[in-house]
């Protein structure tokens, strides 16, 4: 219970010389809900974006089970390998042309000249990737590298994929589908399919496990916006994840729907997951959160569980002030 | 040249307009990438694969290009050329997506609109590549030699097999199809006689789908079809089997598409067909310049009205709007090929010269006429010379690259890949956010959809038999943009209805231009851009979503 | 012995490229950052505007208006009553655009006027424009200003029919862009269905009076430059055919030359201080800009001493400049400065920069944002007019492809410039320069490859700042 698995250390972001994260510092418990509040523009969604990698931080650091951020996401192999690839073929080609044109070598020598310039280019990108990740000024941003690692995040306003049906949504979830390899979708046909068998059985079990059976092949832009946010927290339940960031998960949903919400939330929460939850909704973050961190002027103002937050004199003040 | 030339010329427009349009439609219609450049992957296809079944260059001679692999074995052959134009198209397509990927969409557009430019220029400028601004030539496509088909060499008879094998395949998979709809014919039992029996390794629990059900079926009928020739040379017998089998097919598809259908929708439907031949009928009749043009627009301008008239005051009209135009289409059309070509003959009392023209449409599938062939002496119809000419088996060939794509086109956009590209042309972020990468999902579907407007390049250039720089101007992107926003984006089947319906209309303009003096052939061809242009807007204004809308997806995915 | 032209040469040459770009760029980026149509048909406006002053300059090559013409170029009482009430006709449909009846009444002149002051004077204007075009038949000009009001009324109906119907749906700017090459289409096949085939051109009078003489504009003056051990000498030397006469020749000395750069380097960084910080129309850079120039152009003519051309010069090189083309340079600035003037110094400038700020909060604070609209779709229609009558102009050949090509240059300035009126001029010039610098500098590069050395130039840019030099994130 005690274990430590997100750790934000003095997080700093600017916006054009506005100060929206200045020195945050906090730590999030395995296995416990974590609410972050504070007052408006006291930089809680900015905290969330750095945190979950859609933003580059100016300064500070945050560890995800130990590990710094900025070493999660490093570029990954796809990536290297069509960066690499481009890089080589450019100047492979490049040599090549050389080779037959203004060196004039003939065939074979210019089979050389082609290998030599493609070692050279994928060389120059493999080396200049090398610098700079080892620049201590080089930030990486790759917020999807994160959320393989099994820390994901909803979004404020939600962001479900308008012209797929809600059963389509939550089968994009799953990581590492084999289908989604080109080479394994025209060639091993069965397995793909077998996994796509699975995966569908998942879902079809999320949509019970969150009660929206009947909007199964409802585009997800006709939903209403408390379904849009069950359907969101049923995606990111799909992935299987560690850490889940939600960013006011209840804005907009009505009365019982967000009591049922909330009683999944803690529900998941009993199972081992783990939640940092930003809301609005002083009585929902009250009544869910193990611990609450509240936010001011872009730093950490003080953390305690809800009994304290309710009756500390500053936390009042930064609200009224 | 008979009217089922003229048709089947136009089919293997559409096929190829088809399989360029399926690239685009990979790009923008199921990831969201707008490639205002599309035509320079088309480029590259076309030139690349010309440069290996092209001989050495002569240096004494007039053109000149950077390499000629023709006279190397099994290199210099259509289908390494058509392989390596379309991995290089690719490629490139991939190497261009790198840097532009990543922008806006309105600055993606552009800039890739402008690296095709470069490529035409370069094209154009650099003379020792690919013979500067003159046409490159002096190639010919594959087994040309050998046409019209002799039916008495088993080579002909093989070739003649490969014919029947697309054809059959073709149709017994839209019969497979139709053939669970209700209808008046048993469509079941044919479906079993036509497949040959192998039907029954498909359905609920076989292993085969429908699909390669018809390919083997396919497979069947043309090794029956070698086989008859060689030993019995039945050739007409052949032809029209396959021919009435065609009909047949379409018959029943067009019945079930428009099944549903009322009285009045029929017979306003035929209405507008009809009135749209007689406002075309003073370009052929007239005279005067004045009385064709001005007379034909001023027709048109009419009927149009008249549509539009019944579109907003009678409400049944207005839900069957699209319909009629379907059906005014298909009765324009049925005339055009039917009843127009033999009223000539009608009207000077040659019954039977009519009734030849009729049977020769009919049997599209054979070529009559020439010097070599085949001659049968029919009853009612006198004398056939009967021959298989190139472009019927060119148009199988292409027939099925573009169904074979279709179906692994298919295959892609269904499974869990094509999802994630689907998922990308909502929202990104929300692709990223569960752990997949924009990125590399982009440049993948950039990299297949430039490979296929490659293959489309390369089969353009065994088509045309000679390449310009001015085959692969800008306008082509806006005619593949045009073909997907009629078929509807993001849907492949409309790729395929799109380019038929962009190339009938192309091709009955250039018939109607025909009828005017030389002098402003031009002006008239110029105009039906200005039609196409106009019937763009229209399209994008009242039907976004294309003629036949997006693909239904997910609900089939685990039958397969 | 001639002197080789060279890089300075290739510098002017792309100065007007530039500015022709500009004067496209200005409309295409006006209409692509306040009515957010990324505008493919904006070269085809060029063209359209081109083939517009062949019904002055040309009227009997145009099918159908040559049966009222009465010679190649003479139009006929019929045929100058046609382009009267069409140029009539035109300037009060600019007007109409920017708000209808009331706008016709005066309601866009920002203050309050009886209805019949409003219609009177727009009426005479009319009148008075008609009368210019009629009585011009068939000059350059005539035809230059009958192609400006013709673009300035038809131009914004692509907006009141097409893109206002698409933005009321709401749709993304992908679809504006499709929508916009759609209209690409109509415009240019449209001006190929009455055209024809056939290349065209303009046929001016090439000699003007000038100072007594006559001078002719098309033709080209040599502008030597040689730097020699004692100071810099320029000569200026005409040639006809196989003569070449030598018209002046002009010597600074190296001091003379240090002292002007350093008199006119000083007037405009004193200039740039004492306008800091204002926003009046002529900020400080611009300031800057006039005081040094107004410098140089005093010291080359105060310390114009006579020389002569050096036997064994350091360097020589040769600028080849016609009266034209430096008239294009100034037409293009004189239109720039109008702009500029209209932005900063106008009610109507200044809602146009609001509602390029923020569109919503632009209509919210009671801006007639349908009204700049039009606005920006008038001016873009007069700008292209322009560009395109002088593309024909100086390429002495009128095509349907004529701004077709120019649409990629003029792309590549706007989004370089980052979708803004001044960047696309900023973004123009490099693109020009590069165009002809390119080309010179590059051994081996044909013309041909114009174009896509002003796209190279923009594809690096965006690998680097992906948004564009001066766009923000």
Same mark, same amino acid.
């Given at each position: 219970?005690?274990?430590?698995?997100?750790?934000?250390?003095?997080?700093?972001?600017?916006?054009?010389?506005?100060?929206?994260?200045?020195? =945050?510092?906090?730590?999030?418990?395995?296995?416990?809900?974590?609410?972050?509040?504070?007052?408006?523009?006291?930089?809680?969604?900015?905290?969330?974006?750095?945190?979950?990698?859609?933003?580059?931080?100016?300064?500070?650091?945050?560890?995800?089970?130990?590990?710094?951020?900025?070493?999660?996401?490093?570029?990954?192999?796809?990536?290297?390998?069509?960066?690499?690839?481009?890089?080589?073929?450019?100047?492979?080609?490049?040599?090549?042309?050389?080779?037959?044109?203004?060196?004039?070598?003939?065939?074979?020598?210019?089979?050389?000249?082609?290998?030599?310039?493609?070692?050279?280019?994928?060389?120059?990108?493999?080396?200049?990737? =090398?610098?700079?990740?080892?620049?201590?000024?080089?930030?990486?941003?790759?917020?999807?590298?994160?959320?393989?690692?099994?820390?994901?995040?909803?979004?404020?306003?939600?962001?479900?994929?308008?012209?797929?049906?809600?059963?389509?949504?939550?089968?994009?979830?799953?990581?590492?589908?084999?289908?989604?390899?080109?080479?394994?979708?025209?060639?091993?046909?069965?397995?793909?399919?077998?996994?796509?068998?699975?995966?569908?059985?998942? =879902?079809?079990?999320?949509?019970?496990?969150?009660?929206?059976?009947?909007?199964?092949?409802?585009?997800?832009?006709?939903?209403?916006?408390?379904?849009?946010?069950?359907?969101?927290?049923?995606?990111?339940?799909?992935?299987?994840?560690?850490?889940?960031?939600?960013?006011?998960?209840?804005?907009?949903?009505?009365?019982?729907?967000?009591?049922?919400?909330?009683?999944?939330?803690?529900?998941?929460?009993?199972?081992?997951?783990?939640?940092?939850?930003?809301?609005?909704?002083?009585?929902?973050?009250?009544?869910?959160?193990?611990?609450?961190?509240?936010?001011?002027?872009?730093?950490?103002?003080?953390?305690?569980?809800?009994?304290?937050?309710?009756?500390?004199? =500053?936390?009042?003040?930064?609200?009224?002030? | 040249?008979?009217?089922?030339?003229?048709?089947?010329?136009?089919?293997?427009?559409?096929?190829?307009?088809?399989?360029?349009?399926?690239?685009?439609?990979?790009?923008?219609?199921?990831?969201?990438?707008?490639?205002?450049?599309?035509?320079?992957? &088309?480029?590259?296809?076309?030139?690349?694969?010309?440069?290996?079944?092209?001989?050495?260059?002569?240096?004494?001679?007039?053109?000149?290009?950077?390499?000629?692999?023709?006279?190397?074995?099994?290199?210099?052959?259509?289908?390494?050329?058509?392989?390596?134009?379309?991995?290089?198209?690719?490629?490139?397509?991939?190497?261009?997506?790198?840097?532009?990927?990543?922008?806006?969409?309105?600055?993606?557009?552009?800039?890739?609109?402008?690296?095709?430019?470069?490529?035409?220029?370069?094209?154009?400028?650099?003379?020792?590549?690919?013979?500067?601004?003159?046409?490159?030539?002096?190639?010919?496509?594959?087994?040309?030699?050998?046409?019209?088909?002799?039916?008495?060499?088993?080579?002909?008879?093989?070739?003649?097999?490969?014919?029947?094998?697309?054809?059959?395949?073709?149709?017994?998979?839209?019969?497979?199809?139709?053939?669970?709809?209700?209808?008046?014919?048993?469509?079941?039992?044919?479906?079993?006689?036509?497949?040959?029996?192998?039907?029954?390794?498909?359905?609920?629990?076989?292993?085969?789908?429908?699909?390669?059900?018809?390919?083997?079926?396919?497979?069947?009928?043309?090794?029956?079809?070698?086989?008859?020739?060689?030993?019995?040379?039945?050739?007409?017998?052949?032809?029209?089997?396959?021919?009435?089998?065609?009909?047949?097919?379409?018959?029943?598809?067009?019945?079930?598409?428009?099944?549903?259908?009322?009285?009045?929708?029929?017979?306003?439907?035929?209405?507008?067909?009809?009135?749209?031949?007689?406002?075309?009928?003073?370009?052929?009749?007239?005279?005067?310049?004045?009385?064709?043009?001005?007379?034909?627009?001023?027709?048109?301008?009419?009927?149009?009205?008249?549509?539009?008239?019944?579109?907003?005051?009678?409400?049944?009209?207005?839900?069957?709007?699209?319909?009629?135009?379907?059906?005014?289409?298909?009765?324009?059309?049925?005339?055009?090929?039917?009843?127009?070509?033999?009223?000539?003959?009608?009207?000077?009392?040659?019954?039977?010269?009519?009734?030849?023209?009729?049977?020769?449409?009919?049997?599209?599938?054979?070529?009559?006429?020439?010097?070599?062939?085949?001659? &049968?002496?029919?009853?009612?119809?006198?004398?056939?010379?009967?021959?298989?000419?190139?472009?019927?088996?060119?148009?199988?060939?292409?027939?099925?690259?573009?169904?074979?794509? &279709?179906?692994?086109?298919?295959?892609?956009?269904?499974?869990?890949?094509?999802?994630?590209?689907?998922?990308?042309?909502?929202?990104?972020?929300?692709?990223?956010?569960?752990?997949?990468?924009?990125?590399?999902?982009?440049?993948?579907?950039?990299?297949?959809?430039?490979?296929?407007?490659?293959?489309?390049?390369?089969?353009?250039?065994?088509?045309?038999?000679?390449?310009?720089?001015?085959?692969?101007?800008?306008?082509?992107?806006?005619?593949?943009?045009?073909?997907?926003?009629?078929?509807?984006?993001?849907?492949?089947?409309?790729?395929?209805?799109?380019?038929?319906?962009?190339?009938?209309?192309?091709?009955?303009?250039?018939?109607?231009?025909?009828?005017?003096?030389?002098?402003?052939?031009?002006?008239?061809?110029?105009?039906?851009?200005?039609?196409?242009?106009?019937?763009?807007?229209?399209?994008?204004?009242?039907?976004?979503?294309?003629?036949?809308?997006?693909?239904?997806?997910?609900?089939?995915?685990?039958?397969? | 012995?001639?002197?080789?032209?060279?890089?300075?040469?290739?510098?002017?040459?792309?100065?007007?490229?530039?500015?022709?770009?500009?004067?496209?760029?200005?409309?295409?980026?006006?209409?692509?950052?306040?009515?957010?149509?990324?505008?493919?048909?904006?070269?085809?406006?060029?063209?359209?505007?081109?083939?517009?002053?062949?019904?002055?300059?040309?009227?009997?090559?145009?099918?159908?208006?040559?049966?009222?013409?009465?010679?190649?170029?003479?139009?006929?009482?019929?045929?100058?009553?046609?382009?009267?009430?069409?140029?009539?006709?035109?300037?009060?449909?600019?007007?109409?655009?920017?708000?209808?009846?009331?706008?016709?009444?005066?309601?866009?002149?920002?203050?309050?006027?009886?209805?019949?002051?409003?219609?009177?004077?727009?009426?005479?204007?009319?009148?008075?424009?008609?009368?210019?075009?009629?009585?011009?038949?068939?000059?350059?000009?005539?035809?230059?200003?009958?192609?400006?009001?013709?673009?300035?009324?038809?131009?914004?109906?692509?907006?009141?029919?097409?893109?206002?119907?698409?933005?009321?749906?709401?749709?993304?700017?992908?679809?504006?862009?499709?929508?916009?090459?759609?209209?690409?289409?109509?415009?240019?096949?449209?001006?190929?269905?009455?055209?024809?085939?056939?290349?065209?051109?303009?046929?001016?009078?090439?000699?003007?009076?000038?100072?007594?003489?006559?001078?002719?504009?098309?033709?080209?003056?040599?502008?030597?430059?040689?730097?020699?051990?004692?100071?810099?000498?320029?000569?200026?030397?005409?040639?006809?055919?196989?003569?070449?006469?030598?018209?002046?020749?002009?010597?600074?000395?190296?001091?003379?030359?240090?002292?002007?750069?350093?008199?006119?380097?000083?007037?405009?960084?004193?200039?740039?201080?004492?306008?800091?910080?204002?926003?009046?129309?002529?900020?400080?850079?611009?300031?800057?800009?006039?005081?040094?120039?107004?410098?140089?152009?005093?010291?080359?003519?105060?310390?114009?001493?006579?020389?002569?051309?050096?036997?064994?010069?350091?360097?020589?090189?040769?600028?080849?400049?016609?009266?034209?083309?430096?008239?294009?340079?100034?037409?293009?600035?004189?239109?720039?400065?109008?702009?500029?003037?209209?932005?900063?110094?106008?009610?109507?400038?200044?809602?146009?920069?609001?509602?390029?700020?923020?569109?919503?909060?632009?209509?919210?604070?009671?801006?007639?944002?349908?009204?700049?609209?039009?606005?920006?779709?008038?001016?873009?229609?007069?700008?292209?007019?322009?560009?395109?009558?002088?593309?024909?102009?100086?390429?002495?050949?009128?095509?349907?492809?004529?701004?077709?090509?120019?649409?990629?240059?003029?792309?590549?300035?706007?989004?370089?410039?980052?979708?803004?009126?001044?960047?696309?001029?900023?973004?123009?010039?490099?693109?020009?320069?590069?165009?002809?610098?390119?080309?010179?500098?590059?051994?081996?590069?044909?013309?041909?490859?114009?174009?896509?050395?002003?796209?190279?130039?923009?594809?690096?840019?965006?690998?680097?700042?992906?948004?564009?030099?001066?766009?923000?994130?």
């Amino acid at each position: 219970m005690s274990e430590t698995i997100l750790e934000v250390d003095n997080l700093r972001k600017t916006f054009g010389g506005i100060v929206a994260v200045d020195g =945050a510092t906090f730590d999030i418990e395995q296995g416990s809900i974590t609410g972050l509040i504070g007052p408006n523009g006291a930089g809680k969604t900015t905290t969330f974006n750095l945190i979950s990698g859609f933003y580059e931080p100016d300064g500070g650091e945050v560890r995800y089970d130990g590990q710094r951020l900025q070493e999660l996401m490093r570029p990954s192999r796809d990536e290297k390998v069509i960066w690499g690839g481009a890089a080589g073929i450019t100047a492979g080609a490049l040599g090549g042309i050389a080779g037959l044109g203004p060196l004039g070598l003939g065939a074979a020598p210019s089979l050389a000249t082609l290998a030599g310039g493609a070692a050279v280019g994928s060389g120059l990108y493999v080396g200049q990737e =090398a610098v700079k990740q080892n620049r201590e000024s080089h930030k990486n941003s790759r917020p999807y590298m994160l959320a393989r690692e099994g820390m994901v995040r909803t979004f404020q306003i939600t962001r479900e994929l308008s012209e797929m049906t809600t059963l389509e949504n939550l089968m994009l979830a799953p990581q590492g589908q084999a289908g989604e390899n080109l080479v394994n979708t025209w060639l091993r046909r069965g397995k793909v399919s077998a996994e796509e068998s699975a995966i569908r059985e998942r =879902a079809e079990e999320m949509l019970e496990l969150l009660e929206i059976e009947h909007i199964r092949d409802e585009e997800a832009g006709n939903l209403s916006g408390g379904q849009r946010k069950l359907l969101e927290l049923g995606r990111v339940l799909m992935l299987d994840p560690e850490l889940i960031l939600l960013d006011e998960p209840v804005a907009g949903v009505n009365p019982s729907l967000t009591r049922k919400l909330m009683d999944r939330i803690e529900v998941l929460r009993d199972e081992g997951y783990t939640f940092c939850i930003v809301e609005h909704d002083m009585e929902v973050i009250m009544n869910l959160s193990d611990t609450i961190i509240v936010m001011n002027e872009g730093a950490k103002l003080t953390e305690g569980s809800p009994e304290e937050i309710r009756n500390n004199e =500053a936390v009042i003040e930064a609200y009224l002030g | 040249m008979a009217v089922a030339d003229v048709v089947i010329s136009f089919m293997v427009f559409v096929s190829i307009y088809a399989i360029l349009s399926y690239g685009m439609n990979l790009k923008y219609g199921h990831t969201g990438l707008l490639d205002f450049g599309h035509v320079g992957f &088309y480029l590259i296809g076309a030139y690349t694969s010309v440069l290996f079944v092209l001989g050495p260059d002569d240096p004494g001679d007039f053109t000149a290009y950077v390499i000629g692999l023709g006279d190397v074995p099994f290199v210099g052959t259509w289908i390494v050329g058509i392989v390596a134009g379309t991995v290089l198209a690719g490629i490139v397509g991939g190497l261009v997506a790198l840097p532009t990927i990543r922008l806006r969409e309105d600055y993606l557009a552009i800039t890739v609109l402008g690296i095709s430019v470069i490529f035409q220029r370069i094209v154009q400028a650099e003379e020792w590549l690919f013979n500067g601004p003159d046409a490159l030539r002096g190639y010919s496509p594959p087994l040309k030699s050998l046409f019209p088909l002799e039916m008495n060499t088993m080579i002909g008879a093989a070739l003649f097999g490969i014919i029947t094998l697309v054809i059959w395949a073709a149709a017994t998979g839209l019969l497979g199809r139709e053939r669970n709809h209700e209808s008046r014919f048993p469509l079941a039992g044919l479906y079993a006689v036509t497949t040959f029996g192998l039907a029954r390794l498909g359905g609920e629990d076989g292993s085969l789908n429908d699909a390669q059900v018809a390919a083997l079926a396919g497979v069947v009928a043309g090794v029956l079809a070698t086989v008859l020739l060689t030993a019995l040379d039945p050739i007409l017998a052949l032809g029209v089997l396959l021919s009435l089998y065609t009909w047949f097919v379409a018959g029943v598809a067009i019945a079930h598409l428009y099944d549903g259908l009322g009285r009045r929708e029929w017979l306003a439907g035929i209405a507008f067909g009809t009135g749209f031949l007689v406002a075309l009928l003073p370009v052929p009749m007239a005279d005067s310049l004045a009385v064709k043009s001005l007379g034909t627009i001023v027709l048109l301008g009419a009927l149009v009205s008249a549509y539009l008239y019944a579109v907003r005051n009678v409400a049944w009209f207005d839900s069957a709007k699209i319909t009629v135009v379907g059906v005014a289409s298909l009765w324009f059309v049925g005339i055009w090929y039917f009843v127009l070509p033999i009223l000539g003959p009608l009207g000077n009392g040659y019954v039977p010269a009519a009734l030849a023209t009729l049977f020769r449409n009919v049997v599209w599938v054979l070529k009559f006429g020439g010097d070599v062939g085949t001659t &049968y002496a029919v009853a009612f119809l006198g004398e056939l010379t009967i021959n298989v000419d190139y472009s019927r088996f060119i148009l199988a060939g292409f027939g099925l690259f573009m169904g074979a794509l &279709y179906y692994v086109l298919e295959v892609t956009v269904q499974s869990p890949f094509g999802r994630v590209l689907r998922a990308v042309r909502n929202d990104e972020d929300v692709v990223m956010s569960l752990g997949k990468d924009p990125f590399v999902y982009k440049i993948q579907s950039m990299v297949i959809g430039s490979a296929l407007g490659g293959f489309a390049g390369a089969l353009w250039a065994m088509y045309a038999q000679g390449l310009v720089f001015t085959m692969f101007a800008p306008r082509i992107t806006f005619i593949t943009l045009l073909i997907m926003f009629i078929g509807g984006a993001g849907n492949n089947k409309g790729m395929i209805l799109g380019a038929a319906i962009y190339w009938g209309f192309q091709q009955a303009t250039s018939q109607l231009a025909a009828f005017f003096p030389p002098a402003v052939r031009v002006n008239v061809l110029a105009f039906r851009f200005v039609v196409i242009g106009l019937l763009f807007l229209v399209i994008l204004y009242y039907l976004p979503e294309g003629l036949l809308g997006r693909e239904e997806f997910g609900s089939e995915v685990s039958d397969e | 012995m001639a002197v080789e032209t060279g890089l300075l040469n290739a510098t002017v040459t792309g100065i007007v490229t530039g500015s022709i770009i500009a004067l496209g760029a200005i409309g295409l980026a006006l209409v692509y950052d306040i009515a957010e149509v990324p505008n493919f048909a904006h070269g085809d406006m060029l063209t359209f505007g081109a083939y517009t002053a062949l019904l002055v300059n040309k009227p009997g090559s145009v099918p159908v208006f040559e049966l009222l013409s009465t010679g190649p170029r003479q139009v006929g009482t019929a045929g100058g009553a046609f382009l009267f009430l069409v140029s009539v006709v035109s300037v009060l449909g600019i007007v109409y655009n920017l708000g209808g009846r009331a706008a016709l009444e005066g309601g866009w002149w920002g203050i309050d006027v009886p209805p019949a002051v409003g219609l009177g004077v727009h009426g005479l204007l009319a009148l008075a424009v008609g009368g210019l075009v009629v009585a011009g038949v068939p000059s350059f000009l005539s035809a230059l200003l009958f192609a400006v009001v013709v673009l300035g009324a038809t131009v914004p109906l692509m907006e009141s029919l097409v893109f206002r119907k698409f933005r009321e749906k709401d749709v993304e700017v992908a679809m504006m862009l499709i929508a916009s090459l759609a209209v690409a289409f109509i415009l240019r096949f449209g001006i190929q269905t009455i055209f024809g085939g056939a290349i065209r051109f303009y046929e001016v009078d090439a000699s003007v009076p000038f100072a007594g003489g006559s001078l002719d504009i098309t033709l080209s003056k040599f502008f030597d430059f040689f730097l020699a051990g004692d100071g810099l000498i320029l000569s200026i030397q005409e040639t006809r055919g196989a003569e070449s006469a030598k018209l002046l020749v002009l010597g600074y000395s190296w001091i003379e030359l240090l002292a002007v750069v350093a008199v006119a380097a000083g007037v405009g960084y004193l200039a740039y201080k004492r306008r800091e910080g204002t926003a009046a129309v002529v900020g400080p850079r611009l300031a800057a800009a006039f005081g040094g120039l107004g410098v140089v152009l005093l010291g080359g003519t105060l310390f114009g001493g006579g020389g002569s051309v050096p036997e064994a010069p350091l360097y020589a090189t040769r600028v080849g400049a016609s009266p034209l083309r430096v008239g294009v340079f100034l037409l293009a600035l004189v239109m720039m400065g109008g702009l500029h003037y209209l932005l900063r110094a106008t009610t109507l400038g200044k809602a146009m920069r609001a509602t390029s700020d923020n569109r919503d909060l632009a209509m919210v604070r009671g801006i007639n944002t349908r009204r700049v609209m039009m606005s920006v779709w008038i001016i873009s229609g007069l700008f292209a007019a322009v560009a395109g009558v002088l593309l024909g102009f100086l390429f002495s050949n009128i095509t349907i492809n004529l701004g077709f090509y120019l649409l990629l240059p003029m792309f590549a300035g706007v989004i370089l410039g980052g979708i803004s009126v001044y960047g696309a001029i900023v973004g123009s010039y490099v693109v020009g320069l590069a165009m002809e610098i390119g080309i010179f500098a590059i051994p081996g590069l044909s013309a041909t490859y114009r174009v896509p050395v002003a796209f190279v130039i923009l594809l690096l840019v965006l690998l680097v700042k992906p948004e564009g030099i001066t766009g923000g994130s």
